[in-house]
Each structure stands twice: as structure tokens, then as C-alpha cells.
């Protein structure tokens, strides 16, 4: 069974920066970490989840919603099996429960429902 486990999480100022980690492991069969599309997803109390960030399998292509574009940035390391996401310039509007989660194929590649594997989530609050 697929195990997501995110770290990195904490409190900071506005301005501040923190980065992510998602260590993943127990793949099985013939579909390893490498086939899958992997991203961050976040979500606020009171609101629903959302898209953040997503990287191809080889990490060629990366897509970012509107509200990170310049600020964050998603990347992985194959031979480790893990994700990161670089924050920059965080804002109090970026605090939530960040969460990881994989797709082999997702159709819509920041639509969290298009996900099945997701990690437990670590929380990010940035105070103004």
C-alpha cells in the first residue's frame, strides 16, 4: 500500500519561506513513484481543497495555480521517492493543511478528486 508522509510544515511570518517534504514508499508491481504524477494540494478551514502545485513523473513539466505562480515551487527526486514545495513570499492567505498525493495519470492534473494516493497533510499558518 502507498505511503505518503509530508513534513516541513510550521509557523512563519509573511514574507517567510518554508519548504515541504513528502517521503513516499510501498509501491508495488510494475508502477513505481517514477510513473506517477505527484502534487500539493492544500486546504483552509471552512473551504474546500484545492490544487497548489503538480510535476510530471520525470519532473519535466510543473503547473501551478494562479495564487502561487512565482512563489512556490513543486520538485522531486526520483531516486529518493520524494516531493518537495519551495515557499516563497508566503502570505497569510497560504495558511492551510498542505497534502500530498499521486496519480498515475490524473485527467485534470490539480483536481484533487483525479487523485487516489494522499499523505496525512502538514500544517502551514503564516501570520500577518
Known amino acids: 500500500q502507498v505511503q505518503l508522509v509530508e513534513s516541513g510544515g510550521g509557523s512563519v511570518q509573511a514574507g517567510g519561506s518554508l519548504r515541504l517534504s513528502c517521503a513516499a514508499s510501498g509501491y508495488t508491481g510494475k508502477y513505481t513513484y517514477n510513473s506517477n504524477f505527484m502534487g500539493w494540494f492544500r486546504q483552509a478551514p471552512g473551504k474546500e481543497r484545492e490544487g497548489v502545485a503538480a510535476?510530471?513523473?520525470?519532473?519535466?513539466?510543473?503547473y501551478y495555480a494562479d495564487s502561487v505562480k512565482g512563489r512556490f515551487t513543486i520538485s522531486r527526486d526520483n531516486a529518493k521517492n520524494t516531493l518537495y514545495l519551495q515557499m516563497n513570499s508566503l502570505k497569510p492567505e497560504d495558511t492551510a493543511m498542505y497534502y500530498c498525493a499521486g496519480e498515475r495519470i490524473p485527467r485534470q492534473v490539480l483536481r484533487p478528486l483525479d487523485y487516489n494516493d494522499w499523505g496525512q497533510g502538514t500544517q502551514v499558518t503564516v501570520s500577518s
Open positions: 510535476i510530471s513523473p520525470a519532473g519535466k513539466a510543473t
